[in-house]
């Protein structure tokens, strides 16, 4: 049985990700800040849920202990656009230094940081072969101002990350969704018409589902993408053509 740790698995894309490797008889770990939407999830598959926010060092350092000894399988799933959280006119004015300051810090903490403290905090419990997999997105391509530029820093983080663990048959790659519904990511902020734009950038015109997102995790994690490293495998539908 392997040891699959899932962070942000209470939710979205990785909520289906915890559901797909249980449903294959792994044991699985998901990680979150809501103990109550953990909880939920967990309740589901027969995940054990450890409550931690992964932007805090030393959340992560007391909350060790709850995490598997040994890991085979660690999904780098959490974060989302911190952009969207500052209310309507609640965030300040746009040219103040400091406010800018403060919406670059928070999406870098709560896409870079979580998925390097998680995986540092986690890197003497992977065992040989394992994979790591860290979710990217689209809009380190196509930009989102910190937002994009966070995810654009995770794949530089990706390629120190493979050449370390590679001596012990680890890989690490990226898995870059483009626009996936069924996920609190837009937090009731997606209008109809930057809706129909993001599918229309697409060649299946369609967006993505987080099965589309898992399948690409599945592919990752198996025994036989054992040579497949420091990539950025990206989940799109042809709106963003991989180069
Ligand atoms: N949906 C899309 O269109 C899309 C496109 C490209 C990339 N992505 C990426 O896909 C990943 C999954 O997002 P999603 O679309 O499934 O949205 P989601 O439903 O909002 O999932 C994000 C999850 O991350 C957790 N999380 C966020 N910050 C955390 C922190 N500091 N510590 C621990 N857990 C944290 C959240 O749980 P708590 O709030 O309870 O902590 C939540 O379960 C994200 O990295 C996102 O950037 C999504």
Redesign the pocket.
Known sequence: MRQVVV????????RAAAAWFAARGDAVTI????KD??DQAAAGTGATAVV????SPDEIESALPHFPDRVDVLVN?????TDLSVPAGGGGDGSQLSHVAQRWRANFD??VL?AVLMTTALDSRLNDGARVIT?????AKTGATSYGAA?AALEGWNVSLATSLGPRGITANVVS????MD????QGKLSDERYERLVAATRTGRPGS?DDIVAAIGFLASTEAGHVTSQVIHVNGGAYSGH
């Open positions: 962070t942000g698995g209470g939710t979205g894309i990785g990680v979150g800040r809501r939407v953990l931690c926010d992964l932007t799933n959490a974060g989302g656009n709560a896409n979580t979710i990217g997105s689209i809009a995810k969704p483009g626009l996936t996920t609190e990511f837009f987080p």
